[in-house]
C-alpha cells in the first residue's frame, strides 16, 4: 500500500539517503519493490564470497564500482563465471568505471585481460598487494586505454617493461602508485615520465630509483602530489630537478629517503611556494635555520610532518608566524619538543587539527592545555608515550574540544580513572587507544561506554586492571564497535569476554594472551559477532577444539586468524580451515595438537581461498609438494617462521 | 701452403725488390715482338711440371720463396691461371733474351744501360778486391767484413733504382710499338707482370689472415704493393648494410654520371678488387692493375704499376655509377625510378641481399639467414645478446637502448615473450611458469569448479602431464591413513541443535574439498544428503 503513494522515482531518492550498509540491508529486506530499487539504484558493490558473485552480478547492472577485494577464490575460473552471463543479457560490466582487485592474488594475466577487456568504461583499477603480478599482468592491464588511475602496490614482479607497457598503453593516466614494485628503475619511471603526461600524482615510494629519476619527473608538467618514501638512492641533487620543474606541485613525500637532506628540501621549496603538504619525516637529524627559513615562504602550507628530526622552540615560532593555515603537524619522535615549544606553536596555529606528539615525551599537562584551549578544532591528538600527561589535560581536552575524534594515550600513565571521566565528555570520539594504560579499571571504563557510544575502535592493550565489569559496560554502550583489543588483559575471563558477544557490529577482534579464556567464551564470542572477520588468540592456551568448532560453525564471515599456540587438534584446523570460506590469512604456529597430515589436510581444504599464511619453518619439509605448490600457484604467500 | 710461404726471415726489402726489378727487365725484354708466337706456342704447355722445371732454372737471386707462392697460388684462381704460366714462359724466355733490350732501344736508354754495365763493372771490381784481401789476410775484424757489405748493397741498390727507373722510361712508349696487336699485347703484359706483384699480394694477404706479421710486412709492402689493398681487404671486414644505401642522398642529375653493369657472374666472383672503371673484379690487386692498363696510359706508368696510389684515381674523370643486373630492381638502370649504387662493393652487397639466397645461417641461433657473410659476422657478434625486444621486432643488446627506442616511437612497447623461459623446477617461492597455472586450473577442475571453460578437458589432460597421478593427488589413501576414529567421538557443542550442526560441517567441507574427503565424511555416517542452504 506504501507503493501507492510513492513512486519508484521516490524510493530512489529516499533510498539515496540511506548511509550504512547494514541500512541498505534492512531497505532491501522490506518487500520485493524495495528490493528491485535497491538493485536499480546501487551503483557501488563489494562483494564477500565468491559463491553470490554470479547472483549479485546477475541482479546489480548498473554497477560503477566493483570491489573483490575481500572476496575469496577471484582467479581466472572465476572471471570466466563473472562474465558467463553477459553473452546473453546486458552485462553489469558495462558502466563500470572502478575496479579494486587488491590482493586478487589468484587472478593471472589471462583473467585478468579478459575481466578488464570486458569493462568498456574502465577508469580505475587497483591491483595493489597482488604480488605475483609481473609484467604480463601489466601488459594485460595496458590494454585499458582509459585508464585515470591504478594502483600497483606491491605487485612485486612488475619490472620497467610491465611499466612500460602500461606507460604506452595508458597514455590518460593521471593517478598511478608504484610503491614497492620493487624491480622498477629509472629507465621505466622516465619512460613512464615521457609517455604520461597527464600524471597528476604518483608515487614511487620504496623503489630503487635514483635522482635521473626525478630528472624526468620534473619534467611532468600537472604533477600535484610526488611520493618518495624510503627511496634509498634519491638524494639532494635530484631534488633540486623539482625546484624547476612540476609547476603545480602541491604535496611532496620524501620521507625516510636516507640521502635527502634539509639542502635538497629547500630546493624544493624555493621552487614550489604553493606547496601545501610536505612530509620529511626521518630525512634529518635537526631541523635547520635554513629549512626553516625556506618555509617562511609556504603561505599555503596545511600539512607538515618532521618525525624524528631535532627542533628548537624558535622551529615552532617560526612555524606560529608564519604558517598560520597549518591543519597537521607530525612532530613523531622529535627532539627537543619542549611546553614551550607547543605553546608557541598554538599560539599562532589555531586551525590546528591533527597533532602527533608520539613519543614527546617531555610534554606535560601545560602544554596539552594551551593546545585544547587554542586548538577547539582539534578533531586527531596522538600522544603515545608522553607519560607526563596527566588527567588535567584530559579535562581541558574534555571541556574544550568536543570535536575529538581519534585520541592515543597509548602508554600514558598518568591516565586514570578520573581521566577518563573527563575524557567521557568527548562525545564524538570515534577511536581510543589506552593501551598500557595499567592505572585504568573497569569504572574508568565504564565512563567512557556511558558517554563516548560513537567509539568504534577500542584499544585496551595490557590494561591489566581491566576485568570482566568493564567488557560488561563495554557491551552495553560501545554499540557500534568494530575493532577491539583486549591482549593480555589477564584479567579478563570467559565471563567477560561472553558479554563481547553482544557486539553485533564487531569485526576485528585481538584477544592475545588470554590464558583464562576457555573455548566457552570463544564460542560465545562466535555466536554472537557475526561480522567477525579479524581475529587473534595467539596465546589462548586454554582454548581447543570445541572453542574452534564453534568458531566454524559460526564466523562465516572470518577473514584472518591467528590460533598461534592454540590447543586446537588435527580436527579442530580442518573444520576452521575447511569450513571458514571467507578465510584468507592463517597464522598457525606452534599448535602443539596438530600432527603434519592435520597441516597437509588442513591446507587442502583451504587452498582455494587462501591467500597468506603463516607455519612453522620445519613444515616446510615434511609438507607434500604438492600442497605447497598448489598453495604457490594460486597466489598463496607462506611466511615460514 | 702456408708453411711454404711464411717462413722468410731473409725475404728482407731487397729479397723482394730484386726479382720485381729482374722482371721488370724481363718483361721488357719480352716485349719483342717476334718472341710472341713462340710464346703463344709456349702457352699450350701448360704443365705444373714444367712450371716447377721453370721455377728451378730462374736466375739465382730470385727469391725462391716467391715463386713456390706464385704456384700456390695457382690452383685458387683458375682464372688467372693462363696468365701465370704465360707468364713463367715468358720468364724463361726472359732469361734467354736478356741481351736483345738494346736492339730496339732508343739513345737514351742505351747511355742508361751503359752506365749500369759500368757500375755493374765498378761493383764486380770491388768484389773482386774484397775476395782477394779475404784470400791474403783470414781473420780481419769483423767490422771491415760489415764494411764492405754495405758498400757493396748500396751499389747494388742504386744499380737497381736506375734499372727500374730505365725500365720505367721505356714502358709508354710500348703501346705505340705495338700497334699492330695492342690487345695481345696488352694481354701478354697484364701476364708478364703477374709473377712479382701476384707473389706479394698474395703474402699480403697471408699476413692479413694470420693478423700476427702486419708490422714487419709492411716494408714489403711499400715496394709493391699499395695500402689500399690492405684497406680493403679490412674494409670488407666492416662493411654494413648502409653500404648499399650510402647513396640514398645523392642526387645525381642523370646523365652526368656513368653507368656501368656488372653481370650476375662478376657480381657472385669471389672478388676483392674492383676496376673503378669497368667494374670487374679480380682476387688479387695486381690483376687489376694490370686490367687498369687497358682503360688508358695513365695506368701504366710505372707509379701506377708498382704502386697504385691516388694519383693514379684522382685525376679527373666521368663519375661511375652502377646499375644491378636484375632486372625490375630499383637499382636496375631500367628501372622507372633508378638509383644508382655508389661502389663495386655496394653493387656486391646488394645483389647478394636483395636476389640472392640467404645461406649463411647463424650457428647460434640457428633461425637468422644471411646472403652476406659479413652481415652474419656482425649479427653473430649480438646474437644471443640482444634480449630486449619492442613490439616492432626490433632486439636491444641493451635495455637503454630500447628504452630510448619505445620513448621515440609512438605505441611501440616492449614485447614479452608468450612462453616464459622458466624451467619446470621453479621454486614454490617465484614463478609463475605455465605448469604451475595448469596446475591451479587442474585442481580447480579437481574441486569441482563451476566454472563454464571450454579448455576444461585440456586441463586435465595437462594436469595428467604434470602431476604423476591427479586422481591420487587427494586420494582418499591419506584419509584411510589418517586416524579419524576420533571424529565420532568429538564433543559437541552445547548450543548445538541435533543434527543440523554436523550435516552442516560436513557438506561444507565437502564444497570445499575434494572427492577424497566425501568420501572420508560418508564413511563417518554422517549423511550429507541434507545440505544446508548457504
Given amino acids: ?641 | 701452403m702456408d708453411h711454404k710461404e711464411m717462413p722468410c726471415p731473409t725475404a728482407d726489402t731487397w729479397g723482394k725488390s730484386f726479382p720485381s726489378g729482374n722482371e721488370l727487365l724481363k718483361n721488357i725484354s719480352s716485349d719483342d715482338t717476334p718472341l710472341t708466337s713462340s710464346q703463344r706456342s709456349q702457352q699450350k704447355w701448360e704443365d705444373p711440371s714444367m712450371l716447377d722445371y721453370n721455377a728451378r732454372i730462374e736466375p739465382p737471386f730470385q727469391d725462391f720463396k716467391q715463386r713456390s707462392e706464385t704456384q700456390s697460388s695457382l690452383p685458387c684462381n683458375p682464372n688467372n691461371h693462363n696468365k701465370v704460366t704465360d707468364e713463367e714462359d715468358v720468364q724463361m724466355n726472359g732469361t734467354i733474351q736478356t741481351e736483345k733490350i738494346q736492339d730496339w732501344d732508343p739513345r737514351a736508354m742505351l747511355n742508361n744501360l751503359t752506365f749500369l754495365e759500368q757500375k755493374i763493372h765498378q761493383l764486380q771490381d770491388l768484389v773482386h778486391l774484397i775476395v782477394g784481401r779475404r784470400s791474403q789476410a783470414l781473420g780481419r775484424p769483423d767490422e771491415l767484413v760489415a764494411q764492405q757489405k754495405q758498400l757493396i748493397t748500396a751499389d747494388l741498390t742504386s744499380i737497381i733504382v736506375q734499372l727500374i727507373s730505365t725500365a720505367g722510361s721505356l714502358l709508354p712508349s710500348v703501346k705505340p710499338l705495338s700497334g699492330t696487336t695492342p690487345t695481345g699485347q696488352l694481354g701478354q703484359l697484364g701476364g708478364l707482370f703477374l709473377p712479382s706483384t701476384v707473389g706479394l699480394n698474395g703474402s699480403v694477404q697471408l699476413q692479413n689472415n694470420s693478423g700476427s706479421k702486419v708490422s714487419d710486412q709492411s716494408n714489403q709492402m711499400d715496394i709493391t704493393v699499395n695500402c689500399g689493398n690492405e684497406q680493403n681487404y679490412n674494409m670488407e671486414e666492416h662493411e654494413s648494410k648502409d653500404d648499399e644505401d650510402a647513396d640514398e642522398g645523392e642526387n645525381l642529375p642523370p646523365g652526368s654520371y656513368e653507368i656501368l653493369q656488372l653481370e650476375k657472374e662478376e657480381i657472385l666472383a669471389p672478388h676483392t678488387h674492383f676496376c673503378t672503371i669497368c667494374g670487374k673484379g679480380f682476387k688479387r690487386d695486381a690483376n687489376l692493375r694490370m686490367h687498369m692498363r687497358g682503360h688508358g696510359d695513365e695506368y701504366k706508368t710505372p707509379a701506377a704499376l708498382a704502386k697504385p696510389n691516388k694519383e693514379a684515381t684522382s685525376e679527373p674523370m666521368l663519375i661511375k655509377r652502377y646499375s644491378c643486373p636484375y632486372a625490375g630492381c630499383k637499382r636496375n638502370k631500367e628501372h622507372k625510378k633508378f638509383q644508382p649504387l655508389k661502389t663495386i662493393l655496394c653493387v656486391k652487397n646488394h645483389y647478394k641481399r636483395t636476389h640472392c639466397d640467404k645461406s649463411y645461417t647463424c650457428s647460434r641461433c640457428n633461425t637468422k639467414k644471411f646472403s652476406v657473410i659479413a652481415d652474419l659476422k656482425t649479427h653473430e657478434k649480438h646474437c644471443g645478446k640482444d634480449k630486449w625486444l619492442c613490439s616492432c621486432g626490433t632486439t636491444f643488446s641493451r635495455k637503454d637502448k630500447l628504452f630510448g627506442h619505445i620513448a621515440l616511437f609512438q605505441g611501440h612497447t616492449p614485447a614479452i615473450p608468450l612462453e616464459e623461459t622458466k624451467g619446470p623446477n621453479v621454486p614454490p617461492d617465484r614463478g609463475e611458469g605455465n605448469e604451475a597455472i595448469n596446475k591451479v586450473r587442474s585442481i580447480n577442475f579437481n574441486f569441482g569448479s563451476n566454472a563454464p571453460n571450454g579448455n576444461e578437458v585440456q586441463n586435465t589432460a595437462d594436469v595428467k602431464g604434470n602431476i604423476e597421478d591427479p586422481t591420487g593427488y587427494f586420494s582418499p589413501l591419506n584419509f584411510d591413513t589418517w586416524n579419524f576414529g576420533g571424529f565420532h567421538e568429538f564433543p559437541r557443542p552445547p548450543y548445538e541443535d541435533s543434527e543440523s550442526s554436523l550435516s552442516f560441517l560436513i557438506p561444507g567441507s565437502c564444497n570445499y574439498t575434494v572427492p577424497g574427503s566425501c568420501n572420508f565424511t560418508q564413511k563417518t555416517g554422517a549423511e550429507s544428503s541434507s545440505n544446508n542452504p548457504e
Avoid at chain 1, 592493550?461 to 564497535?481: E, H, M, V
Fill in chain 1, 1 to 641: 500500500m506504501l507503493l501507492s503513494v510513492f513512486t519508484e522515482d521516490l524510493l530512489v531518492r529516499v533510498y539515496i539517503k540511506l548511509g550504512s550498509e547494514s541500512d541498505r540491508k534492512t531497505w532491501r529486506l522490506v518487500c520485493k519493490d524495495f528490493l528491485r530499487v535497491d538493485s536499480v539504484t546501487r551503483r557501488s558493490l563489494r562483494v564477500l564470497r565468491s559463491e553470490f558473485l554470479h547472483g549479485l552480478l546477475s541482479k546489480y547492472k548498473n554497477l560503477d564500482t566493483l570491489d573483490l577485494t575481500v572476496c575469496p577464490r577471484i582467479e581466472d575460473a572465476t572471471v570466466s563465471v563473472m562474465l558467463s552471463q553477459a553473452v546473453n543479457s546486458v552485462s553489469w560490466t558495462r558502466w563500470v568505471t572502478r575496479l579494486v582487485l587488491s590482493r586478487a592474488s589468484g587472478l593471472r594475466y589471462g583473467g585478468l585481460e579478459r575481466l578488464v577487456g570486458a569493462c568498456p568504461c574502465l577508469e580505475v583499477l587497483d591491483v595493489s598487494y597482488c604480488w605475483v603480478y609481473g609484467d604480463r599482468e601489466a601488459w594485460a592491464i595496458s590494454s585499458v586505454r582509459g585508464l585515470r588511475e591504478l594502483r600497483m602496490d606491491k605487485c612485486l614482479g612488475v619490472s620497467d617493461v610491465g611499466l612500460a607497457k602500461i606507460a604506452v598503453g595508458c597514455g590518460k593516466l593521471e593517478r598511478l602508485s608504484l610503491k614497492w614494485c620493487m624491480e622498477i628503475s629509472d629507465l621505466g619511471v622516465d619512460l613512464l615520465c615521457k609517455k604520461c603526461l597527464e600524471l597528476k600524482s604518483l608515487d614511487v615510494s620504496y623503489l630503487k630509483v635514483t635522482s635521473e629519476s626525478l630528472r624526468s619527473i620534473a619534467s611532468l608538467p600537472k604533477l600535484e602530489l610526488l611520493a618518495m618514501v624510503g627511496c634509498p638512492f634519491l638524494d639532494d641533487y635530484g631534488l633540486q630537478f623539482l625546484e624547476h620543474g612540476c609547476p603545480s606541485l602541491q604535496a611532496i613525500d620524501v620521507s625516510r629517503c636516507g640521502c635527502v637532506s634539509s639542502s635538497g628540501l629547500i630546493s624544493v621549496v624555493r621552487g614550489h611556494r604553493g606547496l601545501a603538504m610536505l612530509n620529511a619525516g626521518y630525512c634529518f637529524s635537526e631541523l635547520s635555520a635554513m629549512v626553516l627559513y625556506s618555509l617562511k615562504d609556504l603561505k599555503n602550507l596545511n600539512t607538515i610532518r618532521i618525525d624524528g628530526a631535532q627542533v628548537s622552540d624558535s622551529s615552532f615560532q617560526t612555524f606560529s608566524t608564519n604558517c598560520k593555515s597549518l591543519v597537521e603537524i607530525g612532530l613523531s619522535k622529535c627532539v627537543g619538543v619542549t611546553n614551550m615549544g607547543i605553546m608557541q606553536l598554538v599560539y599562532g596555529c589555531v586551525g590546528l587539527k591533527i597533532v602527533n606528539l608520539t613519543c614527546c615525551r617531555f610534554i606535560t599537562d601545560e602544554a596539552i592545555s594551551a593546545l585544547a584551549n587554542s586548538c577547539r578544532n582539534l578533531v586527531s591528538l596522538k600522544l603515545e608515550a608522553c607519560d607526563k600527561v596527566t588527567e588535567k589535560s584530559l579535562d581541558q581536552l574534555g571541556s574544550c574540544c568536543l570535536q575529538l575524534k581519534e585520541l592515543d594515550l597509548t602508554d600514558c600513565c598518568g591516565v586514570n580513572d578520573k581521566g577518563l571521566k573527563y575524557l567521557s565528555r568527548c562525545s564524538e570520539l570515534l577511536s581510543l587507544k589506552l593501551g598500557l594504560c595499567t592505572n585504568i579499571s573497569d569504572k574508568g571504563l565504564a565512563y567512557i561506554a556511558h558517554n563516548c557510544t560513537k567509539i568504534s575502535e577500542l584499544d585496551l592493550y595490557r590494561c591489566t586492571s581491566i576485568g570482566d565489569d568493564g567488557l560488561a559496560a563495554l557491551s552495553s554502550g560501545f554499540k557500534n564497535l568494530m575493532k577491539l583489543n583486549l591482549s593480555y588483559c589477564n584479567g579478563v575471563t570467559d565471563r567477560g569476554v561472553q558479554y563481547i558477544g553482544c557486539l553485533g557490529e564487531l569485526s576485528d577482534l585481538e584477544m592475545r594472551g588470554l590464558v583464562n579464556l576457555t573455548s566457552e567464551g570463544l564460542t560465545a564470542v562466535a555466536a554472537g559477532c557475526k561480522k567477525l572477520s579479524d581475529l587473534d588468540l595467539k596465546h589462548c592456551g586454554k582454548i581447543d577444539d570445541s572453542g574452534f568448532w564453534a568458531l566454524s560453525y559460526y564466523s562465516r564471515n572470518m577473514r584472518q586468524i591467528n590460533m598461534s599456540y592454540c590447543a586446537v587438534s588435527d580436527v579442530g584446523l580442518c573444520m576452521v580451515l575447511g569450513n571458514l570460506t571467507r578465510l584468507q590469512d592463517v597464522k598457525l604456529v606452534h599448535l602443539m595438537n596438530v600432527t603434519v597430515k592435520g597441516f597437509e589436510l588442513a591446507l587442502r581444504a583451504c587452498c582455494v581461498r587462501i591467500k597468506k599464511a603463516k607455519l612453522i619453518g620445519s613444515l616446510r619439509f615434511l609438507l607434500s609438494t604438492e600442497i605447497l605448490e598448489t598453495l604457490h600457484a594460486r597466489g598463496c604467500k607462506i611466511r615460514w617462521e
